[in-house]
């Protein structure tokens, strides 16, 4: 009997003492993240809020950080202005009857540094949640420390993952009819998907292409009614429903034909075309905050009923990363004035107030004078004689160029290519720092021969030469870091 209660006893004793370790390492890792005003006197390169991403909801975002007397930064992220710069007409953003999306954001960041925003022009790498204020670095290697941070990082387009979409990507096949359909003049051409965005990249091309098939996978479209009103009218766009693109096949260099399946009759078939236009709904771009914040099972994040906050207090999620319902922009910077609102909220229920901010003087961040904790060694780098980017114009122009000994960067632009002026500022400020490589901008619609020549279907393209031969090829943005990491691989190549 004595021996049964001993054993009890123990059992006890045990389960007593996990609980105690438990409840010690919840209060020390969670003392640790607490938010104690005291940890923001030992910081530089504060501020109070930081805004990521600048879709919509980052500009509302950080107008209303700015506006309600906060020190706001907003990092633009890879792909500045999010995916309205890849949109045309847009007629339901109240106040304006009709407007460009790339006009739009345009008008946002104005309205933006008007009020305060400072603006950097880098992508977050990684937010540092273990430690408050939360740690904040760049690809540039800037560091601020934010005492609020809202997420407003969008989502990005997805693919089919089929067979040749990899192979011909940037050669045929694209995501954004606005940059690449005047590729396809006079070609026949596919777009996928049955939402807005498909009918919209059909409207967008049927200027430039012969034939435009709009392929659906259901029997019926899931984009607005008033949307499918607007194909009336095309006498070259056709909508084919029940099909799906299993394979994309072509040349080596370009497309030729993809294989189609037919749901009503299960066969399949080939259509002979030269582009495919993918318009298949987005992903949350929620790479930054994963085993930090709670998501959903499609990966969106989630947010407390009625409010932007997400499961760690002080980050802020607003606009198509969370939300997987609504996806429009206005809702999106609906969304970027309650994040910044429940911010507002958060800083005081915390005990920020005036006179803690004033106290911090010469720790605020400021991009002027650049007060980060850290900077890159690079960022420090003595300057060089400026480097011009050449604008090449003719065939001869280039023959030239690219036959030199150093490394010959040449950016593949068209007029109308938002992301495509995004890049110019990048490469003017690479090429002045940069020393042994020559920097040249090609308007492919100007001087058509050479986009052909190296099957460029997509821009903003980047070919890299040396000695007259192409040694590397680039279909995405870069930011300034990811230029001069390209360049320091190629100089090694
Ligand atoms: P959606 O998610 O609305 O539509 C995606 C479409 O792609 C659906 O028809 C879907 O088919 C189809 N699809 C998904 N995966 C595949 C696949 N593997 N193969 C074939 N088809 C596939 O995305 P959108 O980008 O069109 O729109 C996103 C949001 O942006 C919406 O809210 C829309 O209203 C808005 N928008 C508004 C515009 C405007 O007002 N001017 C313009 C563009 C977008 P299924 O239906 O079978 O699931």
Redesign the pocket.
Known sequence: MIKKYKIAFSIAGAILLCVAIGAVSYIFTHSDKSLNINNVQEKNGIVELAVIGSGPAGWAAAIYGARGGFSTVIFTGAEPGG?LVK?T????YPGYISVMGPVLMEMMKKQATNVGVQVINDAVARIDSSTWPYKIETDGGTIIHALAVIVATGAT??K??IPGEERYWGSGVTSCAICDAPFFKGEDVVV?????????EALQIAPYAKQVTI????S?????PS?QERLKGYANIAVRYNV??QEIKGDDHRITDIQVLNHETKRTEMMHISGVFL????DPNTVLLKNMVRMNAAGYVTVKERTQQTSVPGIFAAGEVEDDY????IVAAGHGASAALDATKFLHDIGWNESLKKQLGAQLFSVKSDKSEEKEPEKQAPKLPAKKVETITTQEAFNRLIQSNELVIVDFFTPSCTLCKQMFPIIESVAKNTNNVSFAKLDTLQVPSIAQQFFIQKVPCMLAFRNGSLVGRYNTIMNEQQLRDTLKQLEIV
Do not use: C, F, W
Not at 89 to 92: G, K, P, R, S, V
Not at 192 to 200: C, L, M, R, Y
Not at 326 to 329: E, G, K, L, N, V
């Open positions: 995916l949109t007409q847009i007629e339901n387009p997805r089919l993952s996928i998907g049955g939402g807005d965005s498909a009918i919209e392929l659906v996978r259901k019926t479209m899931r984009a607005a949307m799906s693109v318009a298949i709904g987005h609504y996806r429009q922009a």
